[in-house]
């Protein structure tokens, strides 16, 4: 009796079959679990940055990326859900809804190459800072890149891809460019290999500046220990000169020695209130620094497993084949997407544990007094305002000789200072800051 080979009987692996399930799985659920952490968190973001009524360069691109983290997420989902429902073969889908999620999730990685190289030039070029990154070019730029993007994103995918009955399938002539040049070159690139090169270098310049900025402040600092030393012998050769040694009399013919200018020079409050700014403004500089270079870093380590999958399994030859290995790399994919993906929703965790104003503003909107607050620093502008108006002409007088003792006694004004901060006080006034950079 003759027996027959059944081969094409023969079951796969279960090593296979449980690696592959345990994938598919991946698939199905880790969209969900990111999506329901990241949309409410970059809501929060942008709701607790904008309620701080101070926007700025560095702010504007923050709250930009957590606008698109949140949509790319969304995007993402609703992508992988229809796709699972099978309902990924209609020409909306193939042509619009699937280059649109694309666009998204690469324009958010490029916005944060644009916020580092916004803190490289205020950490290493801190006077080119104010006329290079104005508001006005920074919303251009970002207009700039989203409209580049999402065009040739949607202008490649809307020709090449078209739907069929199993889903989107690429058209017969651009199959060559779609799988060889789109697939492992452009698309890559965009998404994940440029930003990642760029940040990983913006950020290592940004961390040597800081660290040169550093020893250049410890040498200022050594050098005006002596400073100090020099201001007491020359208000003692003063007062040496008032006393008759070597000086004019006094004018009263008494001999009492008069007080130098340098002691008798008092310290404005205008001095003590510039210097209050420029040590408010450091600080906000080193927070929303070390904040960014924080999301830099941890975006890097995320989007390093899916350079790697890219570089090493392109050379893979058994692409197709249904073989244990095949299932290993099938999963590694997931696991690479699924750390990939996360660095849309961790930033508001990160920016919530290194920036302290970040921190004490989101309780404040949690728990409502900053609302109350601004309306409450809206209601005493206008109060000052009418109170101001007031006053007749002859209280002009008493109010010029009044005005060293009103700026002694209230030398924060509320809405004296208009400017830009990336970040209002944590506590007392909630007014606005000028620009200072902390490096």
């Given at each position: ?49 904008l ?8 702010t ?61 030039i ?23 890149l ?45 998404y994940?290999?440029l930003?990642f ?111 790697l ?34 660095s ?96």
């Amino acid at each position: 009796m003759t027996v027959l080979p059944l081969t094409h009987l023969t079951r796969p692996d279960p090593r296979y079959v449980h690696l592959k399930e345990v994938a598919d799985d991946m698939q199905k659920y880790y969209l969900i679990v990111l999506a329901a952490i990241g949309v409410p968190s970059n809501a929060l973001t942008v709701a607790t940055i904008l309620s701080m009524n101070a926007l700025s360069p560095a702010t504007f691109f923050v709250v930009l990326l957590a606008v698109f983290d949140g949509s790319a997420l969304v995007l993402k989902l609703l992508g992988n859900q229809l796709g699972l429902l099978e309902l990924d073969n209609r020409a909306w889908f193939c042509q619009f809804l699937e280059p649109l999620g694309i666009s998204f999730t690469t324009t958010a990685n490029w916005i944060l190459v644009l916020i580092c190289l916004e803190r490289f030039i205020s950490v290493c070029y801190p006077l080119k800072k104010v006329y290079l990154f104005t508001k006005r070019r920074s919303f251009i730029c970002a207009a700039i890149l989203v409209v580049t993007l999402f065009s040739v994103i949607m202008a490649i995918l809307g020709v090449t891809r078209y739907p069929t009955r199993s889903g989107c399938s690429t058209r017969e002539r651009f199959t060559w460019f779609y799988k060889n040049v789109w697939f492992f070159y452009i698309n890559p690139g965009l998404y994940f290999f440029l930003p990642f090169c760029l940040i990983a270098i913006l950020t290592g310049f940004i961390i040597y500046g800081l660290q040169q900025s550093r020893k250049h402040r410890m040498s200022l600092i050594r050098k005006s220990e002596d400073q100090p030393k020099s201001g007491e012998e020359m208000r003692f050769l003063n007062t040496r000169g008032e006393d008759g040694g070597g000086g004019r009399p006094s004018s009263a013919g008494l001999g009492a020695p008069r007080r130098s200018r340098a002691l008798s020079t008092p310290v404005t409050p205008t001095a003590l209130h510039n210097k209050k700014m420029l040590d408010d403004t450091a600080r906000v500089e080193r927070s929303i620094t070390l904040m960014l270079i924080v999301a830099a870093v941890v975006f890097l380590v995320l989007s390093l497993p899916m350079c790697l999958y890219q570089l090493i399994f392109r050379f893979y030859k058994d692409r197709g084949a249904r073989t244990v290995q095949q299932a290993e790399w099938r999963l590694y994919l997931m696991i690479a997407f699924l750390l990939l993906d996360s660095s849309h929703a961790v930033n508001f965790f990160l920016y919530f544990f290194t920036a302290k104003r970040f921190r004490t503003q989101l309780l404040r909107i949690v728990t409502g007094r900053a609302f109350r607050c601004s309306r409450r620093l809206s209601r005493r502008g206008r109060n000052a305002g009418v109170n101001g108006n007031r006053l007749g002409p002859g209280t002009a007088s008493k109010s010029a000789s009044s005005s060293h003792l009103t700026e002694s006694t209230d030398l924060v004004p509320h809405h004296g200072r208009q400017g830009n901060v990336y970040y209002p006080a944590s506590s007392g006034d909630r007014g606005k800051m000028s620009i200072a950079n902390a490096e």
